[in-house]
């Protein structure tokens, strides 16, 4: 039985600003309060997407949420007709009325953890959303998501969807960005790595000082129980505090996996030997594993953070030939560039880099790993998928079209407050389930 890596893409929405929301997460920080381009960047994430359909790939696409979150405000205490709640709110609660305009959503490594079926007990595939607490404009999206999810893979036979894990701290989850897996062949049972970056129960164990750990190994378990995966396919290994506090918000800034290879720094991981060797060991002898490891010295941790070298894609092509899809942030900077140039000439399955454009949304944090949730699908389950949601010629033409109908060109702070944003987000996003053929996801459409 054949089985593919599938990516879905977050298609960015309407409402894309730099609102500075994220403490921890440099990049967020750092762009805070500068203009937008809602509409260069949802065009640098669909050429990603049709750059990949165009290599071979199954690309999918995954629907924006409607900002500014309105149901969030009035359960805030907002009231009025739409309009008297959103000028009361940018007026009287500027903070929390940024967090609701947020495009975060466009970051689907967020959106959910996903098991294949060749891992899990029942042979489904299965999704959990993530609750994503540890950020308030973030933990606006598990409910959205989970009906997005449930639209696009809606056949019980081959999706288990689960809700999203209780929403506090203790649970913290951040879905595929804290998690990858190896295997030797898609179609086989693989062994799935959760990382945490503290342990909610005990505060006797090692945490970051500085900035926050946004995942907890108590999550990262339960998400593994719901998903019935056996303890010989899942490893749990500890995010070294000491890269959280230097930026590193997921464990996706700073190790990537694919089939056979684990790409990642030095510093990632707590116990990286001993951990490695359990990797070793679950994953077994069928094909050779390659651990490839960043040193210090290669490139620091500051210069991952700055360039997202580990935020980068590691996909098979047709093929079989690995390539990385790294940001061209890695390509402008001199020692980045020269370690990846030099890497595809080692001993590893990495054979070529392909460079994306994904300015506007590395500006607040999200790299070309972060914008894909990973799906690794068998051909009777593809076959399964919402086919409106595949990358095509067709659908790609008909998305740029849709986009510069609805989306505006820039994006300032101010501009968030107008009334008028939301109505075009709504027509927009209204149009775009018609297209995405996801029936009525949305609040404003229930
Ligand atoms: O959660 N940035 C996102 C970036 C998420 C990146 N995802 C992965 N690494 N997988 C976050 O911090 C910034 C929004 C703002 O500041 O306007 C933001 O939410």
């Known amino acids: 039985m054949q089985a593919y890596e599938a990516n879905f893409d977050g298609l960015v929405g309407p409402t894309h600003n730099y609102a500075g929301l994220s403490v921890g997460n440099v990049a967020s920080l750092n762009n805070a309060k500068n203009a937008s381009s809602p509409k260069q960047a949802a065009k640098q994430g669909l050429q990603k997407m049709k750059a990949l359909h165009d290599l071979g790939m199954l690309q999918g696409v995954l629907a924006p949420q409607e900002r500014p979150d309105l149901a969030a405000l009035r359960r805030l205490g907002f009231s009025g007709t739409d309009t008297q709640v959103i000028t009361q709110a940018a007026k009287q609660a500027p903070q929390v009325y940024r967090a609701v305009c947020s495009a975060s959503s466009m970051w689907t490594a967020n959106a959910a953890t996903v098991s294949p079926s ?14 994503l607490t540890n950020k308030f404009h973030r933990s606006l999206e598990p409910e959205t998501t989970g009906r997005i999810l449930r639209a696009m893979f809606n056949d019980s036979r081959h999706f288990a969807h689960h809700q999203h894990l209780p929403d506090n701290d203790h649970f913290g989850d951040e879905g595929a960005a804290n998690h990858t897996r190896l295997c030797s062949d898609y179609a086989k049972a693989g062994v ?14 090692p945490a970051p000082q500085r900035y926050p750990a946004r995942q907890t190994l108590e999550a990262c378990q339960a998400v593994a129980r719901l998903h019935g995966l056996s ?17 590193v918000f997921h464990n996706d800034v700073i190790a990537v996996g694919n089939r056979n290879v684990l790409f990642y720094h030095q510093q990632a991981f707590l116990d990286t030997q001993q951990k490695l060797t359990e990797i070793r060991q679950k994953f077994g002898e069928t094909s050779p594993l390659h651990f490839i490891e960043v040193k210090d010295q290669q490139v620091s941790v500051a210069d991952a953070v700055n360039t997202y070298l580990f935020n980068t894609q590691l996909i098979n092509l047709p093929s079989g030939e690995m390539v990385i899809i790294a940001p061209t942030e890695c390509q402008e900077h001199a020692g980045v560039y020269r370690y990846l140039t030099e890497l595809c000439e080692q001993d590893t399955p990495i054979r070529q880099v392909k460079y994306f454009d994904v300015k506007q949304s590395m500006r607040n944090g999200g790299g070309p790993a972060c914008l894909r949730l990973r799906v690794v699908l068998t051909e009777q389950e593809r076959q399964a998928v919402n086919p409106a949601v595949l990358m095509s010629d067709a659908l790609f033409g008909r998305l740029n079209t849709w986009v510069d109908k609805h989306y505006r060109d820039q994006l300032n702070e101010a ?9 075009e987000s709504r027509t927009a996003l209204d149009e775009l389930t018609q297209i995405l053929q996801l029936g009525s996801v949305y609040s404003f459409q229930r």
């Not at 042979?123 to 959303?129: A, E, L, N």
């Not at 799935?192 to 164990?205: N, T």
């Not at 290994?237 to 506090?245: E, G, H, R, T, Y």
């Open 192 to 205: 799935e790595l959760f990382v945490y970056g503290r342990h909610a129960f005990d505060s006797s164990k």
């Open 231 to 247: 303890d010989t396919g899942t490893v749990y290994l500890q995010q070294n505090p000491a890269v959280i506090d230097q930026g």
């Open 118 to 131: 060749a891992d899990t007990a029942d042979g489904k595939v299965h999704f959990t959303p993530a609750n």
């Open 415 to 423: 501009d968030l407050a107008d009334p008028q944003l939301m109505i």
